[in-house]
């Protein structure tokens, strides 16, 4: 078992870190609608963060404390590897702990040690990291015993208001080598202009890639075809694409994103949100179809970062002309909303929905769907076995395709704008994208 595993997002063959001071910042958080910074007080100009993984609210689990036991964008790794950027450090390591990170350290080893893709740095970008990774939970008691530290006290003073950076009595030195190598992966972006308002849009997306060929890890042999993850929300997009088109034209344009490379890091849509074609401050809504539910039709509909936007009061009044039930996802701890596309529009202001069918199936109940989606993550998820089977039920589907289609229509026909709740770490970007769509001309 390795001790760390690091890399650099930076496009260089090779980097060097020399004689970088070491600090210890908490969750290496600055959130003003929490009232909570790490970084107060403490210069962080070209020294190596250590930070912990999640947020304080998971770590408490006090529900006034950002969500409590729910991840926010701020308990995410990649927010903590932009925020140290952001702030100027050289480096940043984050502390790995199974139950924060959803996931075993062996997830970390295997995710980190293959070739990593990256998109160029957008023009507003604040640059990246020299070095970025993790570091094992073990490993940081250690380290921090060596400075006359104890880590669990820290980690846990680091979860209560007004904790403040700690220094560490070493310094860091690494060298990275990497081999560069560029490739260009499309999106495919159609649209239906709409009857009133062509300038303004709502947005139906979903990933067309998946793992392809897997080399050098146990169980890969085969195509990783990604039958339900993702090649479902794709036809699902070209589904609900024809039922648009068919139909009257709605108020608002339509747009259907087909986007690349979701499984290396979200880089399609991110590209998208970072060069939109249509501009983000005159989108609705953002609609994402991933991986939806072939078990058959379920009474349950969860939404994915539950509690977030005014699209689940749309999604709410069209799941009960179904008879059906919206739901929070079971494990919102885990950071799920922060892991597929509609992410990056959300980061970018942009209300985004991820929702799919539960698993209470209407005849055969919940326990038996639950075991359905189990089987599925265990054994086929991100496996060769993500294939294409004749025994699914996609009566489910067809379902989940009616609801989405309808939240979009409702939103596209409307001339109101859907808004974040309060509370959201989204809802101040909106507003200030608010403020430049209103000074517009036609605003």
Do not use: C
Not at 81 to 110: C, D
Not at 210 to 224: A, C, D, K, N, Q
Not at 386 to 395: A, E, V
Not at 405 to 420: I, K, L
Request: glycine residues 10%; negative net charge; without cysteine.
């Amino acid at each position: 078992m390795s001790d760390v595993v690091l890399g650099s997002a930076r496009p260089e063959e090779k980097l060097q870190l020399a004689d970088s001071p070491l600090v210890f910042l908490g969750y290496g958080v600055d959130a003003p609608e929490y009232q909570w910074n790490d970084y107060a007080g403490v210069d962080v100009a070209g020294k190596t963060v250590i930070v912990l993984v999640n947020d304080p609210g998971f770590a408490t689990g006090d529900p006034a404390l950002f969500r409590g036991r729910t991840m926010t964008y701020y308990g995410r790794w990649t927010y903590k590897f932009e925020e140290a950027a952001r702030k100027g450090a050289a480096a940043a390591l984050i502390v790995h702990e199974t139950e924060a990170a959803s996931y075993p350290w062996e997830v970390v080893q295997n995710s980190w040690s293959g070739p990593q893709f990256e998109l160029p740095d957008a023009p507003d970008s604040p640059g990246r990291l020299r070095v970025q990774g993790w570091i094992h939970l073990e490993a940081a008691r250690r380290l921090f015993a060596a400075a006359g530290q104890d880590f669990d006290a820290l980690a846990k003073a680091a979860a209560t208001r007004g904790f403040r950076a700690v220094e560490l009595p070493f310094r860091a030195s690494i060298e990275i080598d990497q081999r560069i190598r560029r490739a260009e992966s499309p999106n495919v972006i159609g649209i239906l202009r709409g009857s009133e308002a062509p300038d303004e849009y709502v947005l139906y997306m979903a990933h067309w890639d998946h793992l392809g060929r897997v080399f050098g890890r146990p169980g890969s042999e085969g195509i990783f075809n990604g039958a339900i993850d993702n090649a479902t929300g794709v036809a699902g997009l070209l589904e609900i694409a024809e039922a648009f088109a068919a139909g009257p034209r709605p108020r608002r344009s339509v747009v259907f994103a087909a986007v690349t490379l979701e499984e290396s890091g979200l880089l399609g849509s991110r590209w998208y949100a970072e060069n939109p074609p249509f501009p983000l401050e005159r989108t609705a809504a953002v609609i994402n179809m991933d991986a939806l539910t072939v078990i058959g039709p379920t009474r349950d509909v969860v939404v994915v970062g539950h509690g977030n936007s005014e699209l689940e009061d749309d999604l709410r009044e069209a799941a009960a002309e179904q008879n059906r039930i919206v739901v929070p996802e079971e494990f919102p701890e885990r950071g799920y909303y922060y892991r597929s596309d509609h992410f990056n529009f959300a980061k970018k202001g942009v209300p985004a929905l991820y929702a799919k069918g539960g698993s209470d199936h209407r005849e055969r109940g919940q326990e038996w769907g639950k075991a359905q989606l189990n089987d599925y993550n265990a054994n086929r998820y991100h496996k060769p076995g993500d294939d294409f089977d004749r025994g699914w039920d996609l009566g489910g589907v067809i379902e989940d395709l009616i609801l989405l289609r309808e939240v979009g229509r409702r939103v596209a026909s409307e001339v109101r704008w859907p808004e974040w709740l309060a509370g959201s770490e989204f809802r101040a970007v909106r507003e200030q994208s608010r403020a430049a769509r209103e000074a517009a001309p036609g605003g």
